[in-house]
């Protein structure tokens, strides 16, 4: 099932029960599918990558709104925020766990030859490249300058 027959179908549902927050979130994603789809050159289809790179897109967007909710103590947009990174994780493949993330890590700092913060743009394109989809790059970001700090 493609992904916007999934969002149509939860749509219905989230109408039919009247789940606002599930609706709120649904019609976002269906809005980056309509968008993706007139892009110049998309021909009116999109494939899985597009998909998960707007997903992907949305899910920083509201991560970077839910942190500056909660620095600013607005707890109600913080919320709708959270209930949001939800829906769309829903849609998104399984992330990595740190601990698998740093063994990914590790082969690709070997495979690079990387060894001090120097290398962390030569690493950071074979690990964004490598592990895209499966882990942010925020996160990716972090491990790499902590293990090329450590060596």
Avoid: C, H, W
């Amino acid at each position: 099932m493609s992904l916007e027959a999934q969002v149509m179908a939860e749509m219905k549902d989230a109408m039919k029960s009247k789940n606002e927050a599930a609706l709120r979130g649904l019609r976002a994603i269906k809005a980056e599918i309509i968008k993706a789809k007139t892009e110049p050159g998309a021909n009116g289809e999109i494939n899985e990558a597009t998909e998960q790179k707007f997903l992907q897109k949305m899910m920083k967007q509201r991560k970077d709104s839910y942190e500056i909710f909660t620095q600013q103590g607005r707890e109600d947009l913080a919320a709708k925020e959270k209930e949001e990174m939800e829906l769309i994780e829903r849609f998104l493949p399984k992330q990595m766990s740190v601990d698998e993330l740093k063994t990914v890590l590790a082969d690709i700092i070997r495979q690079t030859g990387a060894s001090t913060q120097a290398d962390l743009g030569k690493v950071m394109g074979v690990a964004s490249k490598q592990l895209s989809g499966k882990a942010d790059g925020k996160t990716i970001n972090t491990i790499v300058k902590e293990m090329l700090g450590a060596i």
